[in-house]
């Protein structure tokens, strides 16, 4: 009683549904997804053919939320309803037939037992049935007047194992709804390469940065003053529980936020659209996984050609040959060919260098994509 959750990680609540749905007989799993309140969020879609979606919410070692949805005919996602007792058994144990039936009368559910809250809605229109269900763990919230560490932030001071290090001074942090940059010498200089995943339940709040599953650094957070504070170990060291930056392989930030209205408030951006930054940000959606968000911004042709699940195919293909996406290049290359722009972007990925092109019309659509080799590495004397 009161468990919420049960201390339940992220990473076992995944392998649970996974087993219990077949995820892996389907051939789907899970991707990431939008960060909410700052915590990572895991989405898989598609499956049964009541087209349902399942999304998890929280750090790796800790699960917060569960959201499973469902959009159907009737027979169909009616059936996935009725399953969710034996779905969400493992997380909910008091979610049962009578919670269901209760929803399918009332079309709304708003319940609070054992630490957790379940938010549910029901609707029918047409032989067509809509339905969410979102499981919240109450005893892992966000702590009270937790604010995070979104934001972009310039270091004032770095301590690391008792000594000043005045070379990390005027460095840029940036943090975005789990996605992390870090010390980018400027501004114009941010990229998102790295997540993070905060904890606002513990005293002191902890953060982790990843760089793909590896941890990069692990610590503990405070905004204080109008500064934020992060004092970390980095990789394998033991995470530091106060902010002194005077433990062996600890480091200490303070950092203040870039003023609103100055240049280096946010990455260079500009409200007129420009082809390189269209390209890039495309290419962040197939690697984040967005591949719907994607192929809206196909042309007419292209999108029928390549919609959102031939898309994810070509992606699922491409790191299938190539390996893992690892990062783009700062500079890439522009072309013009009649009315279309060109930008061609400069990828690396675990097994090889590849071009990704991507071709713009007048109208700021993707008129074309392709995925070309890479130029040839110079063999070593």
Same mark, same amino acid.
């Given at each position: ?14 392998? @649970?549904? +996974? ?23 895991? =989405? ?20 917060? +939320? #569960? ?10 996602? %009616? ?16 979610? %049962?037939?009578?919670? #269901? ?11 609070? =037992? ?5 938010? !549910?809605?029901?609707? +029918? ?23 995070? @560490? ?10 690391? !194992? ?5 070379? =990390?001074?005027?460095? #840029? ?13 400027? @501004? ?24 793909? &599953? ?27 529980? +106060? ?20 240049? &280096? ?42 919609? !959102? ?28 060919? &009649?009315? %279309?722009? #060109? ?39």
């Amino acid at each position: 009683a009161g468990s919420g959750f049960g201390g339940m990680s992220r990473v076992h609540a995944q392998t @649970i549904l +996974e087993d219990t749905l077949g995820l892996k007989k389907l051939n789907l799993a899970f991707r990431k997804g939008a960060a909410k309140r700052g915590v990572p969020s895991l =989405i898989v879609t598609g499956v049964g053919k009541s087209s349902a979606s399942f999304e998890l919410v929280g750090a790796q070692d800790k699960l917060v +939320e #569960i959201t499973i949805s469902a959009a159907g005919s009737k027979y169909e996602a %009616n059936k996935a309803l009725e399953a969710m007792p034996t779905v969400m058994k493992p997380f909910v144990p008091w979610l %049962n037939k009578k919670f #269901i039936e209760a929803l399918a009368k009332a079309g709304q559910m708003d319940v609070k =037992i054992d630490g957790v809250r379940v938010v !549910a809605s029901r609707t +029918e229109k047409d032989n067509k049935l809509n339905w969410t269900l979102t499981a919240m763990d109450l005893l892992h919230q966000s702590g009270p007047g937790d604010q995070g @560490i979104d934001g972009i932030w310039q270091v004032e001071s770095a301590t690391t !194992a008792g000594k000043l290090s005045p070379t =990390i001074k005027g460095r #840029i942090l940036a943090f975005d709804e789990g996605k992390a940059c870090l010390r980018a010498e400027s @501004i114009q200089m941010i990229d998102y390469r790295f997540n993070y995943e905060i904890e606002s339940s513990t005293k002191p709040r902890t953060f982790a940065v990843y760089n793909g &599953e590896r941890a990069m650094l692990r610590g503990v957070y405070k905004q204080e003053g109008g500064r934020l504070y992060l004092c970390f170990g980095r990789g394998k060291a033991k995470p530091p529980e +106060e902010f002194s930056g005077k433990g062996l392989l600890h480091t200490l930030y303070v950092l203040k936020k870039v003023k609103t209205g100055t240049t &280096e408030e946010k990455p260079a951006t500009t409200s007129k659209w420009a082809p390189e930054s269209a390209a890039r940000a495309l290419l962040a959606m197939l690697v984040k996984g967005e591949f719907e968000a994607a192929a809206d911004t196909f042309d007419a042709k292209v999108k029928a050609a390549l919609p !959102a699940d031939k898309l994810q195919a070509t992606w699922q293909q491409v790191q299938g040959q190539a390996g893992k996406f690892k990062s783009v290049a700062k500079k890439a290359r522009l072309l013009d060919a &009649e009315e %279309n722009k #060109i930008v061609d972007l400069l990828c690396t990925f675990e097994k090889a260098v590849l071009i990704v092109r991507l071709s713009y019309s007048k109208e700021k659509k993707v008129a074309g994509l392709f995925f070309l080799p890479g130029p040839k590495q110079k063999a070593a004397p």
